[in-house]
Nanobody
Framework: VQLQASGGGMVQAGGSLRLSCVGS????????MAWFRQVPGEEREFVAS???????YYTDSVKGRFTISRDKSKNMVSLQMHSLKSEDTAVYFC???????????????????WGQGTLVTVSS
């Protein structure tokens, strides 16, 4: 089972990027998918998640700027990022789980499968 993330890069503040993550080896259509990010020396933090019913959840700092979506037919989750800020600079990880309760969608320890991470650098 593998999650392959792509789409990271360098962008100026105010710009946009789109991250994608494709799963292989099993289907994640009945579970939740999410994005987390991590800055060196800090804990990996929740960014956004999308449930099996397509309900979405975001950390407050990205609400209104980021949009998470999924394509179950492609076993894919995406993160569209607009109005990027320097504080969005991090390595972004996609994650998936086959089941879980709503109250744990933000908990990184509740996700079983992880992508390799893709670096997003926002220059000011």
């Amino acid at each position: 089972v593998q999650l392959q993330a792509s789409g990271g890069g360098m962008v100026q503040a105010g710009g946009s990027l789109r991250l994608s993550c494709v799963g292989s080896g099993r289907t994640f259509s009945t579970g939740d998918m999410a994005w987390f990010r991590q800055v060196p020396g800090e804990e990996r933090e929740f960014v956004a998640s999308i449930r099996r019913d397509y309900n979405t959840y975001y950390t407050d700092s990205v609400k209104g700027r980021f949009t998470i979506s999924r394509d179950k037919s492609k076993n894919m989750v995406s993160l569209q990022m607009h109005s990027l800020k320097s504080e969005d600079t991090a390595v972004y990880f996609c994650a998936a789980r086959t089941s879980g309760i709503l109250s744990t969608v933000r908990d990184r320890n509740q996700y079983t499968y992880w992508g390799q991470g893709t670096l997003v650098t926002v220059s000011s």
